[in-house]
């Protein structure tokens, strides 16, 4: 599958973003999907994950409260509602699909990867 995130910005400290990512190729529908985050200097990390029918969503303990994923499968698309955002949220933000209906927070259960999308938050 190929995944192009998108809708990354700079935003002040407090604001919102929705990056979204759009997937072709193979059934995006029957897989989770997911959002990782690389800040610079740092390894990248778990951010949020959703099962192939967004019944079930699962998030890292900073993100939880503030971010929101969702899913749109007649759009192929999944989004990443990000409010009250702080500079601690910089980062290039990744969407990743799994090859399974749910998956959890490990790199490894992700084998497509699209580019990231650049979100700065000023303080």
């Known amino acids: 599958v190929q995944l192009q995130a998108s809708g990354g910005g700079l935003v002040p400290t407090g604001g919102s973003l929705r990056p979204s990512c759009a997937a072709s190729g193979r059934m995006f529908s029957n897989n989770a999907m997911a959002w990782f985050r690389q800040a610079p200097g740092k390894e990248r990390e778990f951010v949020a994950t959703?099962?192939?029918?967004?019944?079930?969503?699962y998030y890292a303990n900073s993100m939880k409260g503030r971010f929101t994923i969702s899913r749109d499968n007649a759009k192929n698309t999944v989004y990443l509602q990000m409010n009250s955002l702080k500079p601690e949220d910089t980062a290039a933000y990744y969407c990743?699909?799994?090859?399974?209906?749910?998956?959890?927070?490990?790199?490894?259960?992700?084998?497509?990867w699209g580019q990231g999308t650049l979100v700065t938050v000023s303080s």
């Open positions: 990743a699909a799994g090859r399974k209906a749910v998956a959890g927070t490990g790199r490894y259960e992700y084998p497509d």
């Open positions: 959703i099962s192939w029918n967004g019944g079930s969503t």
